[in-house]
C-alpha cells in the first residue's frame, strides 16, 4: 500500500480501519515527534505515526538513508518499495539531536546502542516524553531500555511499546496489537495512546515487565529455531512451545507486578509471532544454527539479533530469583558453540518439566 501522497495535517483517526480501538477520533496535537533510528523498525513506527501527528524527524546515521527519505520519500535501505508519508523528514544523527520542537521521542536503535545514543542526547531528551520500542537487556547490568533511558536522562515520562509487530507489516499498515508499558501519569499514557492509535492497544503499569516479555520471546524464537532444525513434526514444534511458554511465565510469575502479562500483546502475542515465523530474525539465527548453516561470528553480520545479546543476562537474572531456565541455558549454549544440537534438545526432553 503507497502512503498517503497528499498530508491534510493531523488528521481524524482512521476510524474506517476499525482497529483503533483507542482512537477517539479526536484530532492529534501532537504536532512534531522524533524517532531516533533509521532501521525497519523506526522507518515502520515513523510511517505509523505521521498519519497521527504533525511531522515525524527520523533520525539515522547514513547520509544515504537521510538523503533518500528527504528526496525521495523513500528508505531506500530498508524499504525501498515504500513510500513514506511526506511529513516524514530526516535529518542525519550527531550526538545532539535536534529534538526541540518534539513532544515526543522514540527510541528505535538495537538495545546495544541506546545507552551510548541516550547518553550523548541526554539533554535534548529531557522533559520529552520518551518510548522505547527496543528489545534487549543491558549486560551486565541486566537493565532493560527504559531503566538505561531513564539513568541516562533522569526523564521519568518513559513508556514503552511492544508486542506481535514485524516492521514491514507495520510499514505497509496492516493491522497490529502492542502492549503500552507506562507509568501511572495520565497525560502520558493519553499521549502514547494517540501516538500510536492505529494500533489495538493494551496497556500495563509494569514496563519492565513489558520489556522483559520482550527481551525473553527473543530467546525461546532462537530456542524453537533450534528444536525445529532438528525436530519437523507440528506435534514436537508445539510440544516445545508449550515448555518455552511455561518457562516464561514462570520467570513472569517471579518478577511481574502484572497479574494481566500473560494474555497481553507483549507476552503471548509476540511470543507466538516469533517464535513460529519464519520472518523472525531470532527464530531464524536459531535454524540456522541449529542446521550449522552460521556459526558464532554472526554478529558482526550487521543483523539485528537481540536475543543472542540477551539470553545471557536472562539466565543471570533468573538465577538472581533462584529459578532455573533450561531452555534459555540450552539457547546460550548452543550459541556459545556446543553444536552438537541434537543431543542438546533430547537432553530438555529428558528433563522436562
Ligand atoms: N524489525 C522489527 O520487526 C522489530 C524490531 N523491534 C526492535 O527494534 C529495535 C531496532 O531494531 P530494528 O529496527 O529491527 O533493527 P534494524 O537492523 O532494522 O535497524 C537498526 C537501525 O539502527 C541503526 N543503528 C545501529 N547502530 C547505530 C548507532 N550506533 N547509531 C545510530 N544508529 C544506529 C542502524 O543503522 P544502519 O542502517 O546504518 O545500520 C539501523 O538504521 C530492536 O531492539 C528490535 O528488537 C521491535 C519490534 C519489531
Ligand atoms: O520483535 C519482533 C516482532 O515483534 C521482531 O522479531 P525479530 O527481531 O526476531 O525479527
Redesign the pocket.
Known amino acids: 500500500m503507497d502512503g498517503d501522497r497528499r498530508y491534510p495535517g493531523p488528521q481524524v483517526c482512521r476510524e474506517h480501519r476499525g482497529h483503533s480501538r483507542r482512537c477517539t477520533g479526536a484530532v492529534l496535537m501532537i504536532s512534531k515527534v522524533g524517532v ?9 513506527i515513523a510511517q505509523s505515526i505521521s498519519r497521527r501527528a504533525g511531522e515525524v524527524i527520523v ?4 547520509q544515504a ?1 537521510v538523503d533518500s527519505i528527504n528526496r525521495d520519500n523513500c528508505n531506500s ?2 524499504f525501498p518499495g515504500l513510500r513514506l508519508n511526506p511529513n516524514i523528514r530526516a535529518r542525519l ?1 550527531g550526538d545532539r539531536l535536534d529534538v526541540v520542537d518534539c513532544a515526543a521521542v522514540v527510541i ?6 541506546v545507552r ?2 541516550v547518553s550523548a542526547a541526554h539533554e535534548d531528551l529531557a522533559g520529552k516524553f520518551l518510548v522505547t ?4 537487556l543491558e549486560y551486565p547490568s541486566l537493565k532493560t ?1 527504559s531503566e538505561i533511558i531513564r539513568d541516562e536522562t533522569g526523564n521519568p515520562n518513559m513508556a514503552c511499546f ?2 506481535p ?4 507489516e ?1 510499514a505497509y499498515g496492516h493491522i497490529a496489537g502492542a502492549t503500552i508499558g507506562a507509568g501511572g501519569d495520565p497525560s502520558l499514557r493519553a499521549t502514547i495512546s494517540d501516538l500510536f492509535g492505529e494500533f489495538i492497544l493494551d496497556f500495563s503499569d509494569d514496563i519492565r515487565a513489558v520489556e522483559l516479555c ?1 527481551v525473553l520471546k ?1 530467546v525461546y524464537a532462537i530456542g524453537t529455531g533450534m528444536w525445529d532444525s532438528v525436530y519437523s513434526n507440528h506435534n514436537e514444534h508445539y510440544t516445545f512451545l508449550n515448555m518455552c511458554y511455561k518457562e516464561m511465565c514462570t520467570f513472569l510469575r517471579a518478577i511481574s507486578l502484572d497479574e494481566g502479562i500473560f494474555t497481553k500483546f507483549c507476552c503471548f502475542g509476540d511470543f507466538n509471532l516469533t517464535a513460529n515465523v519464519d520472518k523472525s ?1 531470532n527464530r531464524t539465527l536459531g535454524l540456522m544454527v541449529g542446521k550449522k548453516i552460521v556459526k558464532t561470528p554472526y554478529l558482526e553480520s ?3 539479533f ?1 536475543g543472542s545479546r540477551s539470553v545471557k543476562g536472562i539466565i543471570e537474572l533468573a538465577e538472581n530469583h533462584d529459578i532455573d531456565m533450561p531452555i534459555a541455558r540450552f539457547v546460550y549454549d548452543v550459541l556459545s558453540g556446543n553444536n552438537n544440537v541434537r543431543e542438546s534438545v533430547d537432553g530438555l526432553i529428558r528433563k522436562a518439566p
Open positions: 531516533i533510528g533509521a532501521g525497519s523498525m523506526g522507518t515502520a533520525f539515522g546515521r547514513r538513508v535501505r530498508y544523527m528505535a536503535v538495537p538495545s546495544s546502542e551510548s545514543i520500542v527496543a528489545k534487549g531500555m511492544s508486542g509487530t514485524f516492521a514491514d507495520i520482550g527473543n530474525r550487521g543483523v539485528t537481540e
